[in-house]
């Protein structure tokens, strides 16, 4: 009886070959102008004025403000936060459904930075073959000073990488200065030297593991694709069956027998970053790259083939059918991703640079005081969005004989209203006594106010707040 197969294989290392070619360029231009953005983005600057920082996307953790050019987003709207992840993992559903793991391919910084580390290791220690047998040979000089300069080039890509990080939470042109010169603060010195290690660990040792292994969305995937999305795959009946030998081939096509286009070359395989063979159908380590589609390109154009074998289609096209673009979850995605952003434009087009609260105690419901008036207590809390202290009054509509009182807050208008200060960023929690002093018998039992607050200064905003207010039953 034959033993079990094993469980756990050895990994094997993949040396994937450097493919010219459309889809490779296309890849190159992704990876400049996003890797370019990340380099240069915290080094832009965007006035908002005095004692502002004058980054244009700046996440001020101690102040606890995220600057976005010129949006400002507080820890109050947290929530976009969660709109903003909801946004992206619909859009990421929404790409995957028209084009397959597209993402992965171009987007991915997993798949970006393996892609700049696999550079850096065929410019410094040659071919695909040549490092083949460099890893099985004795350890000589030249391997070693080749070794050494690739494990060092890769170190500094990770460090750059940390160290731009880190610049999007501090001024960019203040830190790196004091990185080389060694005043850093201790936690950008910490999350530097974590994101190099897990970039060298990730893009270098790991690579393709993190594709296969590591990353969920690999694994889920294929419930997002159906018949209709592109992907990269094989054309099996125009490549099957494969013949490599040229007199083979020539015999079989005289004896009248049907032979396909692809000649078994394994260019297709040795390009592959994730190490598969395309020919074998649709897999989950396929991350939509290309390379193969490149690869199969030259070699058709080598020999004079008159179809191409891996290209992205889709497997209605291969079954002879055609492409529905405008398919149900397409207009499902696309109508979330167009319904969100307008929520998000009507939000920030609606939001003021203040807000307020106003909560009605409920222990006890009223007070009775002793010169006959009734008085309710609420908790109030005062958010001040502008970029500068503000001065606000505070006022009560909608109550007649009405006097408003705040604690720990003395200083009022000629009109005996409250005047609140409020530094830039400030949440302000007050504690309001609303006192409605003797006059004609009330009616009510409850009555509707409005509580208004409005700066001293034009810029500061204005808000009102509707509440109640109990008095006992006629």
């Not at 501090?170 to 030297?193: E, S």
């Not at 590591?214 to 592109?230: I, K, T």
């Not at 202290?389 to 705040?406: I, N």
Request: proline share 5%; aromatic share 14%.
């Amino acid at each position: 009886m034959s033993p079990d197969p094993a469980l756990y294989a050895r990994w094997q290392k993949i040396y994937p070959r450097y493919q010219s070619g459309f889809f490779r360029n296309l890849r190159w231009l992704s990876t400049l102008i996003l890797v370019g953005l990340y380099a240069f983005l915290p080094f832009v600057r965007w006035d908002r004025g005095a004692d502002l920082p004058n980054q244009a996307i700046l996440f001020d953790l101690p102040a606890r403000k995220f600057y976005l050019f010129s949006l400002t987003i507080w820890p109050q709207e947290i929530f976009l936060l969660a709109f903003a992840l909801i946004f992206m993992a619909i859009a990421l559903f929404f790409m995957t459904a028209i084009a397959g793991r597209v993402f992965c391919g171009y987007f991915c910084f997993q798949t970006i930075w393996t892609d700049l580390f696999l550079q850096v290791e065929r410019w410094v220690e040659g071919s695909r073959k040549r490092r083949m047998n460099r890893d099985v040979e004795p350890w000589t000089f030249d391997r070693g000073w080749r070794k050494g300069v690739k494990h060092t080039l890769w170190l500094l890509i990770g460090w750059y990488t940390g160290a731009i990080f880190t610049a999007y939470f501090v001024d960019a042109p203040t830190l790196l200065p004091a990185f080389w010169h060694g005043t850093a603060p201790f936690a950008a010195w910490f999350t530097a030297g974590f994101l190099t290690m897990t970039t060298y660990l990730f893009a270098g040792m790991a690579r393709e593991q993190v594709c296969i292994f590591m990353c969920p969305y690999a694994r889920f995937q294929g419930a997002m694709y159906d018949e209709h999305s592109l992907i990269v795959a094989y054309d099996e009946g125009a490549g099957e069956p494969r013949q490599g030998n040229r007199r083979d081939r020539q015999a079989t096509q005289h004896r009248g027998e049907r032979v396909g286009w692809c000649i078994d070359c394994h260019e297709c395989v040795t390009v592959c970053p994730t190490g598969i063979d395309i020919r074998n159908g649709q897999q989950y380590e396929c991350i939509t790259c290309a390379a193969c589609v490149d690869a199969c390109a030259s070699v058709r154009d080598r020999v004079g083939m008159p179809v191409t074998l891996i290209r992205y289609t889709s497997l209605s096209e291969l079954g002879g059918g055609k492409i529905a673009w405008f398919r149900p979850r397409i207009l499902a995605y696309s109508g979330l991703m167009v319904a969100m952003l307008v929520g998000v434009v009507v939000y920030f087009g609606v939001r003021t640079p203040l807000e307020m609260t106003v909560i009605r105690n409920r222990q006890p419901i009223f007070i009775r005081l002793s010169d006959g008036g009734i008085q309710n207590n609420y908790t109030a809390h005062i958010l001040n969005r502008s970029p500068k202290p503000q001065q606000y009054v505070l006022q009560v509509e909608g109550l007649d004989h009405a006097a408003l009182s705040v604690a720990a807050i003395s200083q009022k208008t000629a009109e005996g209203w409250p005047v609140l200060t409020v530094e830039s960023g400030e949440v302000m929690p007050l504690s309001l006594y609303l006192k409605q002093t003797t006059g004609p018998e009330p009616i009510q039992e409850q009555q509707a106010v409005r509580f208004a607050l409005h700066a001293v200064e034009s810029d500061g905003g204005a808000t009102v707040y509707h509440s109640v207010f109990i008095r006992p039953k006629p």
